[in-house]
């Protein structure tokens, strides 16, 4: 019959293609490492990894193998995270995928009234895209995520958890600064600092402007940059103005721009957590997920209350954090 631990130690040979580094991330000897492969060989009856001087290889065996103990691996570790939930224990690994925005200035928040309410959670967050955020939720490795953007997915339950602002950051010695609200036509009399058209803040913008009929492509666009805090530095450093998240605008650079309101145009992005129905649920993604749609929780009132657009002021001007 198959060990689960001995899966586990093929796993970490197979992904490090050597038996003492594998055993320094599983602390145990070189040895039992070795062992255990051993016994997983004799168990198969076949060779599972090729052995060249010092370099290690896994042999077409091995590579078939792969798949399936990281599938039986996943599986043993929920088995026992879900029948912990039985004991009314919350502990175990949490795992959530988001993307940039997100990740960076909403779960820290979460993920800190999380662990204090359950204290025997380890968690992950890893941020990344979202076609790659959703493929680890539909493959099980990650149990949450955390996107900009609403995805269809038969086999995913979404919930919208909040929308936030986009808003236009100029540099604080902008004469906009001090009229702290513009016509939109004005937006094409500046140098304007944007993101990549596959960003969902682009999109926002690019759909919130053609809905007044005017096209994105009408602006003077001086440069282009991977990600809001970017945008943010770049603003403050006058190159030009730019849209962002208001929680950029207000922990990364809030002293040194101003946010001006654009008359008639607001522009939101909705954010939304995603979980999956088919695969079972850890006793942790049960009690994150609870937490993180209750609209009475501190934290979440807390992240509300930093969305609220300073009309005519900048962004300094809002609650602190």
Known sequence: MLDSHQLRVFLAAAETLNFSQAARRLHMSQPSVTQHIRNLESHFG????????RKLSLTE?????????????????????????????????????????????????LMAEFLKRHPKVNA???????????????????????????????????HKFISEPIVLIVPRNHPWAKRGSIELDELRKVNMIMREESSGTYSVVRDGLA????????????LTL?????????????????????????????????????????????IYLGQHRRLPSTSAQVAFWKMAIDEQSETKQKIKSLLTFPRGSGPEESPKS
């Open 46 to 53: 076949m060779q599972l990894f090729l052995r060249t001087g």
């Open 226 to 270: 991977g990600n809001s805090e970017a945008i943010a530095f770049a603003v403050q450093e006058g190159v030009g103005v730019g849209f962002v998240s208001m929680l950029v605008a207000r922990r990364i650079v809030c002293d040194q721009v101003a946010a001006v309101k654009i008359n008639g145009l607001d522009l939101a992005q909705d």
């Open 124 to 158: 992950t967050i890893s941020v990344t895209s979202r076609s790659t955020a959703m493929n680890w939720l539909n493959e099980g490795k990650a149990q949450i995520m955390l996107s900009s953007i609403y995805t269809y997915h038969n086999d995913v339950e979404f």
């Open 61 to 109: 065996a091995g590579l078939t193998l792969l798949p399936l103990a990281r599938d039986l691996v996943h599986t043993a570790v929920r088995a026992d995270e879900v029948m912990d939930t039985l004991k009314e224990e919350v502990h175990g690994h949490l795992w959530i995928a988001c993307s940039t925005t997100p990740g960076k200035y909403i779960l820290p928040s």
């Open 211 to 222: 809905q007044h009929g005017f096209d994105v492509g009408e602006l003077r666009r001086v």
